[in-house]
């Protein structure tokens, strides 16, 4: 092929491609038939969101992807389908978020409930009250103890209150009549059970609890073993804190308190009324065999130790009896009064107590004791003063709560109160009330609430971190 021919072939290919290229945008094959190529189709255009009947503000309870449940301003609780919801802010609400919810349905039947469009306007905690966001050892579960609260009666935050003696008969039936917020046990409770009967008595009360309850127990070892002195529950009883520490110093100490922790978890206890923390090293005191027997940075070391054992395996533990029993006399048997100055209490009584704080403790019992150095007129467990020293000057957060009010040093005694025992008690800062005559106390507390004595804001905080307390111990 010469170069002519070349160019000329080279110019007819040129013709047909530009043909192809105008051709074929046209419908048009390449032999003249008509393409079968699809013409374009518009962009769809997206559909309106139906117009809302109503728009709702409220706390989120629970949202799985497609059922939203909120608690309402109005404290009514609302389900509503968000499987298709257009989320403003940050997706997948937590419990405990803020949120505004724009809606289709009939709000006062509550049925069919469906969320076009909800806005998150707060994240977990925005709405509890600043005072009460103390960053304190139960602030992980803040949140959903606050959401709980919004959605209870008066008469279910005091029972919350309570931290009742087990009756003979009867206990179902009042953890729902009273709501208790918890039962302690005895050794009555336990005589003679098999485990497999302690583990169905005790989820026979929980089964029947609207808020789970705390079960507590004195289980310290040596002369008090409410659990381990039946032989069906433990072959021997857990030995004293004094006997632990000949044997193996803070070692032993640890392994005895681990396994303390699971055998009380395994029959459905989640307290343990212990580590004894008073001071005593002296025989003749009425508290030593209860101690370590040793100072106060031995004790320290102790309860730290026992402590973080029980939380570790997720058993709680309340150090006993603040401000420190030190030489005292029995206040099961009456009126006890401590003389000593506050220097010699904060360099030896309370270290150990410190000691707890500061490793975290959850809860505090405080005895009946009246301890001049703080409040010359009334017991430890009734004196706003003591209260206030435990919070303000040591910095505690957790669970403040009574020892038994039943007993002498509170029952036999008259202290001249405008109110009874149990209102004072709670007046005073403690949030839970050992008593065994809890239908009495509930029955006080209730009245004082209606008529104003106890303010309700007062009452919503002790109840909130009550329930923190729980939820940190995952009952909640």
């Given at each position: 092929?010469?170069?002519?021919?070349?160019?000329?072939?080279?110019?007819?290919?040129?013709?047909?491609?530009?043909?192809?290229?105008?051709?074929?945008?046209?419908?048009?094959?390449?032999?003249?038939?008509?393409?079968?190529?699809?013409?374009?189709?518009?962009?769809?255009?997206?559909?309106?969101?139906?117009a809302?009947?109503?728009?709702?503000?409220?706390?989120?309870?629970?949202?799985?992807?497609?059922?939203?449940?909120?608690?309402?301003?109005?404290?009514?609780?609302?389900?509503?389908?968000?499987?298709?919801?257009?989320?403003?802010?940050?997706?997948?609400?937590?419990?405990?978020?803020?949120?505004?919810?724009?809606y289709?349905?009939?709000?006062?039947?509550?049925?069919?409930?469906?969320?076009?469009?909800?806005?998150?306007?707060?994240?977990?905690?925005?709405?509890?009250?600043a005072?009460?966001?103390?960053?304190?050892?139960?602030?992980?579960?803040?949140?959903?103890?606050?959401?709980?609260?919004?959605?209870?009666?008066?008469?279910?935050?005091?029972?919350?209150?309570?931290l009742?003696?087990?009756p003979?008969?009867?206990?179902?039936?009042?953890?729902?009549?009273?709501?208790?917020?918890?039962?302690?046990?005895?050794?009555?409770?336990?005589?003679?059970?098999?485990?497999?009967?302690?583990?169905?008595?005790?989820?026979?009360?929980?089964?029947?609890?609207?808020?789970?309850?705390?079960?507590?127990?004195?289980?310290?070892?040596?002369?008090?073993?409410?659990?381990?002195?039946?032989?069906?529950?433990?072959?021997?009883?857990?030995?004293?804190p004094?006997?632990?520490?000949a044997?193996?110093?803070?070692?032993?100490?640890?392994?005895?308190?681990?396994?303390?922790?699971?055998?009380?978890?395994?029959?459905?206890?989640n307290?343990?009324?212990?580590?004894?923390?008073?001071?005593?090293?002296?025989?003749?005191?009425?508290?030593?065999?209860?101690t370590?027997?040793?100072?106060?940075?031995?004790?320290?070391?102790?309860?730290?130790?026992?402590?973080?054992?029980?939380?570790?395996?997720?058993?709680?533990?309340?150090?006993?009896?603040?401000?420190?029993?030190?030489?005292?006399?029995d206040?099961?048997?009456?009126?006890?009064?401590?003389e000593?100055?506050?220097?010699?209490?904060?360099?030896?009584?309370?270290?150990?107590?410190?000691?707890?704080?500061?490793?975290?403790?959850?809860?505090?019992?405080?005895?009946?004791?009246?301890?001049?150095?703080?409040?010359?007129?009334?017991?430890?467990?009734?004196?706003?003063?003591?209260?206030?020293?435990?919070?303000?000057?040591?910095?505690?957060?957790?669970?403040?709560?009574?020892?038994?009010?039943?007993?002498?040093?509170?029952?036999?005694?008259?202290?001249?109160?405008?109110?009874?025992?149990y209102v004072?008690?709670?007046?005073?800062?403690?949030?839970?009330?050992?008593?065994?005559?809890?239908?009495?106390a509930?029955?006080?507390?209730?009245?004082?609430?209606?008529?104003g004595?106890?303010?309700?804001?007062?009452?919503?905080?002790a109840?909130?971190r009550?329930?923190?307390?729980?939820?940190t111990?995952?009952?909640?």
């Open positions: 092929m010469n170069a002519r021919e070349f160019s000329s072939l080279l110019r007819k290919g040129l013709l047909c491609l530009l043909c192809l290229v105008f051709l074929l945008p046209l419908g048009c094959s390449p032999n003249g038939e008509e393409s079968s190529l699809p013409s374009p189709t518009p962009e769809a255009t997206p559909s309106p969101t139906p809302p009947d109503g728009t709702l503000s409220g706390i989120v309870l629970s949202y799985d992807g497609s059922t939203l449940t909120i608690q309402a301003q109005d404290g009514q609780e609302y389900q509503l389908d968000a499987s298709n919801t257009q989320w403003s802010g940050l997706p997948n609400p937590g419990e405990g978020d803020a949120v505004t919810v724009q289709q349905g009939k709000l006062e039947s509550g049925e069919n409930l469906v969320a076009l469009q909800a806005e998150k306007t707060g994240e977990p905690g925005d709405s509890i009250p005072s009460w966001k103390d960053g304190g050892v139960f602030s992980d579960s803040y949140s959903k103890a606050y959401v709980a609260l919004q959605s209870m009666s008066t008469e279910e935050k005091v029972g919350q209150l309570l009742g003696r087990v003979e008969t009867g206990a179902g039936d009042d953890v729902v009549t009273y709501h208790l917020g918890g039962y302690v046990t005895f050794g009555r409770d336990y005589e003679e059970k098999t485990r497999w009967q302690v583990q169905n008595m005790i989820q026979g009360w929980q089964s029947v609890a609207e808020i789970p309850l705390l079960v507590a127990v004195d289980e310290e070892g040596g002369e008090v073993v409410r659990v381990s002195s039946n032989p069906n529950l433990r072959s021997t009883p857990f030995r004293s004094q006997l632990l520490y044997m193996g110093g803070l070692d032993r100490v640890q392994e005895d308190a681990e396994e303390k922790a699971q055998l009380l978890l395994d029959l459905g206890i307290v343990n009324l212990a580590p004894v923390a008073d001071v005593s090293t002296n025989p003749e005191d009425f508290i030593y065999s209860r370590l027997g040793q100072g106060p940075e031995e004790t320290a070391e102790y309860v730290t130790t026992v402590m973080e054992a029980f939380h570790k395996e997720g058993l709680s533990s309340v150090l006993k009896h603040f401000p420190g029993y030190g030489s005292n006399d206040t099961h048997a009456g009126a006890s009064l401590d000593r100055s506050l220097y010699a209490l904060e360099n030896r009584d309370l270290v150990p107590f410190q000691a707890g704080i500061d490793a975290g403790a959850y809860a505090i019992m405080v005895s009946h004791n009246t301890v001049a150095c703080m409040d010359d007129t009334l017991p430890a467990s009734l004196s706003p003063k003591v209260h206030r020293y435990l919070r303000e000057e040591m910095g505690f957060t957790g669970v403040i709560l009574t020892d038994d009010l039943s007993m002498e040093a509170i029952a036999g005694q008259d202290f001249g109160l405008e109110h009874s025992a004072q008690a709670f007046l005073a800062g403690n949030d839970i009330l050992l008593c065994s005559d809890y239908q009495a509930y029955q006080d507390l209730l009245e004082a609430v209606e008529a004595v106890i303010p309700q804001e007062m009452l919503d905080h109840v909130f009550i329930l923190a307390w729980k939820g111990l995952g009952l909640m």
